[in-house]
Structure formats: C-alpha cells, structure tokens
C-alpha cells in the first residue's frame, strides 16, 4: 500500500484547509485509514480515523472543528480542517491499517508528511 498525501500549507489563525489522501496498491486489504500529527519533540499522535464498522475517531483538539471523510471508490480519505490554532501546526501523515486476522492487529502503513502551518 502507498499513500499520497496532500493539501498542507499555510494558513492563518481561525482559516480552513483540507488534506487529502489517496491509496494505491493492494488496497483491497485497507481496513482503517486516517490522519496523525507530529509535532517538534512530541510523538506522532492520532487525529482522526475511518475504520468501516467502528466508525470514526478524533482526538479531542479535533472534535468540532475536523472532519474526516472517505472516497471509497477513489481509496480516499480527507480531513477537512477548520478553525484553525497556531497548536495545530506540524506535519500530519496519511495512514493506513490492513485488516486484523487472529492475533494479529493488521500492517500499518504511513504516507509522507504534509506540513501544515498556522500562523497566529
């Protein structure tokens, strides 16, 4: 599986910016597809996923202000940003989980960073 992201940029304070994912190779095997943050000196941390059957999940930053939709047909995922905080700065990854078997929680995948900045 590779993940291509885009749509990260510049943008101020209170301003709206979408990022975009596309999927391609084994697709097939993609169960959960999503977008995590990281910033300077902290870990990679979750901001939104789409897992078929268990639905959606945002971190608490990004409840109310994100929302993460999926393109099935187009193996797609985009995370709509808005309400923009300077606390939302960094570079934000693709990613994506196969399908769990027995005892095993599926292979992960990450796409290249898309750096997003929001000035105050």
């Known amino acids: 599986v590779q993940l291509q992201a885009s749509g990260g940029g510049l943008v101020q304070d209170g301003g709206s910016l979408t990022l975009s994912c596309v999927a391609s190779g084994s697709t097939f095997a993609i169960n959960s597809l999503g977008w995590y943050r990281q910033t300077p000196g902290r870990q990679r941390e979750l901001v939104a996923t789409h897992t078929p059957g268990s639905g959606i999940n945002y971190s608490d930053s990004a409840k109310g202000r994100f929302r993460i939709s999926r393109d099935y047909a187009k193996n797609a995922v985009h995370l709509q940003m808005g309400s923009l905080k300077p606390e939302d700065t960094g570079t934000y990854y693709c990613?994506?989980?196969?399908?769990?078997?027995?005892?095993?929680?599926?292979?992960?995948?990450w796409g290249r960073g898309t750096l997003v900045t929001v000035s105050s």
């Open positions: 990613h994506a989980r196969t399908y769990p078997s027995e005892g095993f929680s599926g292979v992960e995948y």
